[in-house]
Structures are given as structure tokens and as C-alpha cells.
């Protein structure tokens, strides 16, 4: 087991002007899980290969325990990758699918008889290791691929979207098992996923990247509590938190009805975050409202989509993914219809404030 550490590592492809990964400063700890996620584009993959030595660092450095690896060939770097096509021999079984990497290492026939025996109990394949991958299902390949990264005893796992092949149900399962194996296995793990849910629910910590920039880093509970920016707080949580931006009034941000203080040093506008959760109904008219367009009924929950029904207020860029709508988490037993006004009110203690312009964390 070893830390990682991304000191201020930089990779700039060719043909392009912009950093694919710029001046990343990260640090894994030994035996930590962190989750690096964003959207498509952000630079995630890119700084997993770079671990891994597949691209390469143009400024910075990479280190793996006291080893500066910067420069130093994948297969020296004592470092296993599970990819997120499995990439196993269709013509091997699973045991030799699982030992190869040992085989070509020069590792003896019995160390590696035991060492595929060890994986596969831990990973419930026993009864499949004479079998060719075409025979299992995604679930058990998927396992297959972790075995054979198991098994070479490695200081740092990489897992590049490991789950996306896999339908919904089972990712939700897998990703459970994949967390508490490395928790028994205790290795430093470095994960790629564009999946927040994916992120905050397998993660020690997380690392939120957009445009190859680091925004924040943090345990999944203070990235959803304390955002440090405006990006940050909507990609974060799902249902997304509602981002709009209001006109601040007498020292106040005014939503219709619904009036949050701000600090003296707000300009005109600022950006209100809300959590759909933290709101609460009132009169309407009294509070924020919103004209519902889509209501979800999910049972145990509902939740509410609708556009501002009050003037002044726009909904933030940030709230793009999300249908650019306000979403509010409802009574799932008396919810409104499509075309109804609602009004909803929030504790000030819920609410988070960014700058307007910049996005920054008030």
C-alpha cells in the first residue's frame, strides 16, 4: 500500500490549447478510497491514465509512495487497473484470465494457484473459474476483471467506470461490493465515474473536477453540506440542489415571497442555492412560487419540477443538467398537479449563497 500524489501535474494534448488535467494537487491517502468524478470532458479519465502512465505528465509530478513515477513505464509502477470493457481473453478461463498477469511476471505455478484461489473466494467465483467469460454474466465478468487486479497484489488499484456496462440494478449492488472489498483489502483505490451517486455513496473522500480543474475535495457529507462553489453544489446530490439567481433587495434576496439575508458586500444579484429537500410548503403567494410542469411519484417520495412563477428570478446555468427547472421534495401522498401554482418557504440555516458572477461560495 502506498499514498499518491498528484503535485501540481498538468497534461495538454495535442492540437489543443486548453489542459485536459491543469495543475492538479491531490493527495491520496494510504489505504483511502477517493472517487474522482465530473461531466464528460472534466479531466477525470485523463488524471487516472496519467497514474496509470498512459499519458503523459507535461508539468508536475506523480508519486506513488516515496517513488517519483513521473516517467516511469506502466508496468513498473506496482499499480492494477480494471477497465470499464473488463478487457478479459474471450479464449482463457477465469482462473487464467485471473493469473495471466502473474504467469507473464514469472510467478510459480503454485504461487499462483493460491493467489487465483484467494481472489476468487473472496469474489464468490469459485464455482466459475473453469469457465470462458463468455459464459458469465456482466456482473460476474465485472469480477473477473477485480480478481485479476486482486491477485497481483499491487500498491494502488485504478478503476476506470468499472460499472458503466452494467444495467441499474446490478451497479447498485456491485458498487456496494467493491467498497467493502477495498475496505477489507485495505489498498489504495483510485476511482473514475461520472455517477455522483456512484461518488458519494463508495467514496472516503471525493474529488470534483470540471475542466480539468480541481474544484474541491472532500468526504461526501461536507461536499453536500459545505459546496465550495456554485458547480460544486449542483452537481452534487441527486436531485440536483436549485440554483437561481435573485435580485437582492434592502439587503435581502428576494424569491417572491420568500426573503434570505445576505451579507452587506452582495451586489444587485447573488446566486440562492436550495436543496429540494429543504423546502417547505406555504400560501401561496406567501413564499416562492413555482408552476409545476412535471410532478415524479416514486412512492416513498415525490418531487415536484416546475419554472419560477415570481419576477426577478432566474434559474442559474449550474441547473442545466437538471431541465434547467426547481425541483421540491413533496408530500408523496397529496402531491399538486401539472399547471398548479405552489409556494414553498426555507430555513435560512439551509440556505447556501455564491457569488453571481463567479460562482464562489459565499
Known sequence: MATVVFDKASRTYPGTT??????LELTVADGEFLVLVGPSGCGKSTSLRMLAGLEDVDTGSIRIGDRDVTHVAPKDRDIAMVFQSYALYPHMTVAENMGFALKIAGVSKDERARRVQDAAKLLDLGPYL??????????????VAMGRAIVREPQVFLMDEPLSNLDAKLRVATRTQIAALQRRLGVTTVYVTHDQVEAMTMGDRVAVLKDGLLQQVDSPRNLYDNPANAFVAGFIGSPAMNLVVAPVIGGQASLGGLKIAVPAS????VEVGIRPESFHPTTVGAG???????????GSDAFVY?????????LANANAEEGAEVIVRWDPKNPPKPGDTISVTADQSAVHLFNATTGARI
Open 18 to 23: 486548453s489542459p485536459a488535467v491543469d495543475q
Open 306 to 314: 416546475g419554472v419560477p412563477a415570481v419576477s426577478g428570478v432566474t
Open 130 to 143: 473453469d469457465r470462458k467469460p463468455k459464459a458469465l454474466s456482466g456482473g460476474q465478468r465485472q469480477r
Open 288 to 298: 416562492f412560487d413555482i408552476k409545476v410542469n412535471v410532478v415524479e411519484e416514486l
Open 266 to 269: 452582495v451586489g444587485a444579484n
